[in-house]
């Protein structure tokens, strides 16, 4: 894994910050915890990539209150707002 950020989904959608920090924690030490509210994902940063792969290994298609997670290497933002290369959305 080249990130220490992961990709988080198919949790509840009242599912708190605090509540992932938590599950997370004991994998490693967290940078940064993002819920996406009504959305049912989210993103956590671990302080280093073997921590974020420990992390992913564990939790992966495991059950979290009811829900079978998702967890992933997070991916890079696409920062063209969704727009074909050479259009503008105006």
Do not use: Q
């Not at 959608?13 to 989210?42: A, C, P, R």
Request: aromatic residues 14%; hydrophobic residues 35%.
């Amino acid at each position: 894994m080249l990130d220490s950020k992961l990709y988080v989904g198919n949790f509840s959608y009242f599912l708190t910050k605090e509540d992932l920090g938590n599950l997370f924690s004991s994998y490693g030490e967290i940078k940064d915890v993002n819920v996406i509210e009504g959305k049912g994902f989210g993103f956590v940063e671990m302080s280093n990539p073997a921590e974020a792969e420990k992390a992913k290994a564990a939790l992966n298609g495991s059950e979290f209150k009811g829900r079978i997670l998702r967890v992933d290497e997070a991916r890079p933002r696409n920062f063209n707002g969704g727009a074909r290369e050479g259009y503008r959305r105006y």
